[in-house]
T-cell receptor, first 115, second 113 residues
Framework: DTGVSQDPRHKITKRGQNVTFRCDPI?????LYWYRQTLGQGPEFLTY????????KSRLLSDRFSAERPKGSFSTLEIQRTEQGDSAMYLC?????????????FGPGTRLTVL | AQSVTQLDSQVPVFEEAPVELRCNYS??????LFWYVQYPNQGLQLLLK??????LVKGINGFEAEFNKSQTSFHLRKPSVHISDTAEYFC???????????FGQGTRLTINP
């Protein structure tokens, strides 16, 4: 399978704990996006990388959130001191090229539940 | 406001009936527009996109959409739906001058036999 993969698929944690999610994009894709999707809503942009450079962060990404893409391949999204409001599906997408209108290929998502 | 609006949160239709899922975009969204489908427990998959040219865009699985600049709309249509079309459908647009998509709230399409 050469699609976008995300790990884990599900994560249940207690409030205040730290969690880290991983995204492996399609291998030749240089651009990687993170989105958050809550129940009944469409995905909301969080941040994106062009190779290893993080080029934009949404205001939704508070200082408890940090994302990295150290070698321009896989990416991690860490949430520190989780809150119940962080419960959501976290989606990763990748694309090639430098234009935002290229098709984004989405992974299956990581569903986070904060108790 | 930079937004994409899907006017219907749920659309129930009978199998083999036609369907239209409505999408409107604000002026601050560029005319690069997309429809994605999300099947249960799966990631989003691109159905079709409009970048320029013909205003009628054909996509996968028999879906098509029409870009209407005067009405700032990009409605999705299928002449005859199948049970397998049951899914959540998202309209999205590229923010003007940015490299990120803004999504509508989604429309849940339910096909009744």
């Amino acid at each position: 399978d050469t699609g976008v993969s995300q790990d884990p698929r599900h994560k249940i944690t207690k409030r205040g704990q730290n969690v880290t999610f991983r995204c492996d994009p399609i291998s030749e894709h240089n651009r990687l996006y993170w989105y958050r999707q809550t129940l009944g809503q469409g995905p909301e942009f969080l941040t994106y990388f062009q190779n290893e450079a993080q080029l934009e962060k949404s205001r939704l990404l508070s200082d408890r959130f940090s994302a990295e893409r150290p070698k321009g391949s896989f990416s991690t999204l860490e949430i520190q001191r989780t809150e119940q409001g962080d419960s959501a599906m976290y989606l990763c997408a990748s694309t090639s090229g430098a234009s935002g209108y290229n098709e984004q290929f989405f992974g299956p998502g990581t569903r986070l539940t904060v108790l | 406001a930079q937004s994409v609006t899907q006017l219907d949160s749920q659309v129930p239709v009978f199998e083999e009936a036609p369907v239209e899922l409505r999408c409107n975009y604000s002026s601050s969204v560029s005319v690069y527009l997309f429809w994605y489908v999300q099947y249960p427990n799966q990631g989003l998959q691109l159905l079709l996109k409009y970048l320029s040219g013909s205003t009628l865009v054909k996509g996968i699985n028999g879906f098509e959409a029409e870009f209407n600049k005067s009405q700032t709309s990009f409605h999705l249509r299928k002449p005859s739906v199948h049970i397998s079309d049951t899914a959540e459908y998202f309209c999205a647009g590229l923010i003007q001058g940015a490299q990120k998509l803004v999504f509508g709230q989604g429309t849940r399409l339910t096909i009744n036999p």
